[in-house]
């Protein structure tokens, strides 16, 4: 445990001496603040327009968590397709460049101490990048409860959580990647190629009939998050996302502890 | 102490070491000379279990090295060809990080990175980025890595390359110290020969995957005149292996 701990610590250390977790941090927070703004504009297009047409009925409909909360999450998880790869490409990729690799695999520390160690940290960071937007319904429910609607807290944690869930899968995709690659320019390239498959699948999925699509749908991390990001937490989301991170890790386990045979 | 039997690396159709064999004891300074691409980085890779043999024992204080890895790495204080140094770190954060995973507790981190970096001559760039330091810094930084835990082997690869004159003799002198200690063993490689006259007592000159001397260095100096005239007669004659 130690010896994990010593890792992790030492990953977090360099993403705050590096501008890595600063640059990203603000610039998803920057982004997500900007698809808020534009969803707040929406909403308020929206409810002048339904007051003009004397449209209660329509009014009663609107609220924060349908109109503006879910469709921000839904262009964040958008966003990790790009802030994920910058986040988890120098893992593994940096250390062989750097030949920390060797002094790594010749301390006594296992393959599992040092996978999991990054693990650890990639992954903290990558939640607390998912966390970020919680200020967006905290905003709005300081300043936005005078007309009467009130944010919905469930969803919102709801979508906090599986945001958080995916991101911890895709962390460990990435150090797959960056565990199989020499230079972190491949490593990036690979996760965000990876990534992108899995958004895509959904589409994919339409055009296909019968049992193709089925399974295109259930591959797809995209599908097992959108239910997340409206409220409906299910068991079988949560499955997926446990599964396939612990899968992926132990391939990166399997990369790594290969070095010590070749 | 280091115990080598037929050591033999093979990578697809080349073979990097062929049936090396050598045995060195507690309290020896042993200079590993060969031309560039003799296989030297190669043996100390497996000694250090890094890589695999493809053949042979290697076993270092008497435990073999494939058997129980974790064992001997605790030993054994590495200093690879090419400084493994994060240059994002400070010299401090990565002297305690390499600490830490080399198992030194809590309790003696502080002191144990302190009585390393006043030994390798680094105490004073303790708080610095690695990026910031010069080639020679970050050199000895890797010096100061290698003397944590205080292992009873030292393997280093070419632990002077980079620096200027006056550290080399700092280093020099840092490696007779280390050397004057009865139950340590030090195997260190170079292709400076005036490093091991420097230093060692006994060389072991490998080229072309094989051993080609071992033997004290005055012996050495005695049949061949001197360790120049040694390293390119033995070196060159065995260049082109027979087979």
Known sequence: MTNLWAIARKELGIFFTTTIAYAGFGAYAFLMGMVFVSQLNRYQQATSIYLSRQRPDLLEQLNFNDSILTPMFSSGIWMF???????????????????TFELLMTCPITSWQLVLGKFVATASMIVVMALIPVVFPVILSIYGTSSGVSVEWNPVWSALLCMSLMGITFAALGLLASAATETQLLAALVTFALLLLGYVMPFLAARVEGDWSEILTYV?????????LQGRLLVEDLVYFVSVSAGLLVWTQRIVESHRWR | MIEVEGLTKRYRDH???????????????????????????????ILTGFIPASEG????????????????????????EL?????????????????????????????????????????????????????????????????????????LDEPTVGLDPIQIEQVRSLLRSLGGDRRRTVLMSTHILGEVEA??????????????????????EAEHGSLERAFATLAVAARRPAA
């Not at chain 1, 397709?81 to 030949?99: D, G, I």
């Not at chain 2, 050598?22 to 042993?30: K, N, Y």
Request: charged content about 25%; glycine content about 10%.
């Open chain 2, 57 to 80: 024992t290697a076993k270092v204080g008497g435990v073999d090295v494939f058997d129980r890895p974790m064992e001997v790495k605790r030993r054994v204080g590495y200093l690879p």
């Open chain 1, 81 to 99: 397709l790009f802030f994920v790869p910058l986040l988890t490409m120098r893992s593994f990729a940096e250390e062989k460049s750097q030949n």
């Open chain 2, 199 to 220: 230093v060692c007592k006994r060389i072991i000159m490998i080229a072309g995957g094989h051993i080609v001397a071992d033997a004290a260095l005055d012996d050495i």
């Open chain 2, 15 to 45: 073979v990097a070491v062929r049936d090396l064999s050598f045995r060195i004891e507690p309290g020896e300074v042993v200079g590993f000379l060969g031309p560039n691409g003799a296989g030297k980085s190669t043996t100390m890779r």
């Open chain 1, 220 to 228: 797809s991390p995209v599908s097992h998050v959108t239910r997340g």
């Open chain 2, 83 to 155: 400084t493994p140094v994060y240059l994002d770190m400070t010299v401090r954060g990565y002297l305690r990080f390499v600490a830490r995973i080399k198992g030194i507790g809590r309790k003696d981190l502080g002191r144990e990175v302190d009585r390393v970096a006043e030994a390798a001559g680094v105490a004073h760039v303790l708080p610095r980025l690695i990026r910031n330091v010069s080639k020679g810094y970050r050199q000895r930084v890797g010096m100061a890595q290698a003397l944590l835990g205080d292992p009873d082997v030292l393997i």
